[in-house]
């Protein structure tokens, strides 16, 4: 095989891989999956404050004791709907700066933010009269 025939192979080959992003690109998928996993980790810590019924004074914990649940289950929600988006709109797998593994924490927080949003929502509150407690 010649030089130029080894060249023209090489080339060729080049245009068929797509190059990954520099670390420094700012993309729409990157973006959108910081954006979203922010999002779930709010709720994660929302419904995980809710869950965990803290009993701190301050405006922000009264607060987040009162709405942590619903904040918890509507941003893991939305977490998980942008990650998704981010995810099946990627070109390219993992490593090529299109934000396909920033969707799946999102995703993976989204889904720990409604769980810990449920968890918190179905607990029972004192002097309700609901739920199976003793009276």
Do not use: K, Q
């Not at 700012?26 to 954006?35: E, H, K």
Request: proline share 1%.
């Amino acid at each position: 095989m010649s030089l130029p025939s080894v060249l023209s192979v090489a080339a060729t080959d080049a245009t068929l891989h797509t190059v990954a992003a520099d670390v420094y690109t700012v993309s729409i998928g990157r973006i959108g999956a910081i954006v979203s996993a922010l999002i779930g980790l709010l709720g994660s810590v929302g419904g995980g404050l809710a869950l965990a019924r803290t009993s701190g004074r301050g405006r922000v914990l009264t607060w987040t004791r009162r709405n942590g649940s619903v904040t918890a289950l509507l941003a893991g929600s939305l977490a998980v709907a942008i990650g998704a988006a981010v995810a099946a709109t990627a070109e390219g797998g993992l490593g090529t700066g299109n934000g396909l593994g920033g969707a799946y924490v999102a995703i993976l927080l989204g889904l720990a933010a409604v769980l810990l949003g449920g968890l918190a929502r179905s607990r029972t509150r004192p002097g309700t009269g609901t739920g199976t407690g003793t009276a």
